[in-house]
């Protein structure tokens, strides 16, 4: 799939602020699957901006408005084309427990720092394993939204896996932080993806459409029979699938702490109302849902 992708924020503030610096990780990712073509922000007030990767690889952008200013407006263009994943390899447990599985894996395999001592959490994760770790990556997409309803609103940023288990409902996020506790606690490496979703009916549609920035996981796969390399592989529990061409990764992390779309701060007592806005296109409309 061929997508232009126009992710447009803006803030305007009760009065005028200063010092306002922010981090930005709103560029498409260049991956096995998936191609950046061009890539094009721009902010008002004119401020320059710099990039640099973080510590897992994701591409952050920066910059800083010193002068007094009453707004902000982050206006991001790219163009991206995705190929849908190779078939991951169905490998015995075994797998996981190789030295070459465990030095691939990292810090993805350590339990969240905030995972909840919770008898819900301690019957889904009974519940979640399954005959390989491809099944229970497959089985974990379908459990949690089996469980738990999609539902905006119920819980914010800021919320835990417990808001999750008591609330009955989330979002992507929750859904993905959830994930990665479930396959971590079964030994499968698992990190946090941010980044765009195309949407459209499978019936029909247009090949324009409004979205949100999207969370799913990847997992990594031991090798084919166990013994090759370890395979990431993304799966979508919001949308019960393994992700594929529709899916547009930005980077990824161990929690969303690590890829929030966008973090800053500015100096001044102004509140700020914000409008964010994501437009993706297909620019193959020949092999759209509704050709």
Same mark, same amino acid.
């Given at each position: 799939m061929h997508f232009a992708i126009r992710y447009l924020t803006e803030y305007r503030y009760d009065h005028d602020v200063t010092d306002n610096l922010n981090a930005l990780r709103v560029r498409p990712a260049t991956t096995s699957n998936q191609r950046l073509d061009d890539f094009q922000v721009r902010v008002d007030p004119e401020s320059r901006i710099g990039r640099h990767e973080d510590y897992f690889g994701t591409d952050v952008l920066e910059f800083g408005v010193s002068r007094p200013h009453d707004h902000l407006t982050i206006d991001v263009r790219a163009r991206v084309v995705t190929g849908e994943p190779v078939e991951p390899p169905d490998a015995p447990w075994e797998g996981t427990t190789s030295a070459a599985y465990e030095q691939a894996a990292g810090e993805f395999l350590l339990p969240a %720092? &905030?995972? %909840? &001592?919770?008898?819900? *959490?301690?019957? *889904?994760?009974?519940?979640?394993?399954?005959?390989? %770790? *491809?099944?229970?990556?497959?089985?974990? $997409?379908? *459990? !949690? %939204? &089996?469980?738990?309803? =999609?539902?905006? +609103? @119920?819980? =914010?940023?800021? $919320?835990? @896996?417990?808001?999750l288990l008591e609330g009955g409902a989330g979002v992507c996020q929750d859904f993905a932080h959830l994930a990665l506790i479930l396959l971590r606690r079964h030994g !499968?490496?698992?990190? =946090? @993806? $941010? +980044? =765009?979703?195309w949407a459209a009916p499978q019936d029909g549609g247009s090949d324009s459409m409004e979205v949100e920035t999207h969370a799913w996981i990847e997992a990594l796969m031991p090798g084919a029979g166990g013994r090759g390399e370890p395979v990431w592989v993304g799966a979508d529990p919001t949308n019960r699938?393994?992700? +594929?061409? $529709?899916? @547009?990764? !930005?980077?990824? +992390?161990?929690?969303y702490q690590d890829v929030p779309p966008i973090r800053g701060v500015y100096q001044g007592a102004a509140g700020a109302q914000l409008h964010a806005n994501v437009q993706m296109t297909r620019l193959d409309p020949q092999a759209s849902a509704r050709a």
């Open positions: %720092p &905030d995972e %909840p &001592d919770h008898p819900m *959490l301690e019957e *889904l994760v009974t519940l979640a394993r399954a005959n390989s %770790p *491809l099944k229970t990556l497959r089985w974990v $997409s379908e *459990l !949690i %939204p &089996d469980r738990f309803r =999609y539902e905006a +609103g @119920v819980t =914010y940023v800021g $919320s835990t @896996v417990t808001d !499968i490496a698992a990190r =946090y @993806v $941010s +980044g =765009y979703l699938r393994l992700a +594929g061409e $529709s899916h @547009v990764k !930005i980077g990824h +992390g161990r929690f």
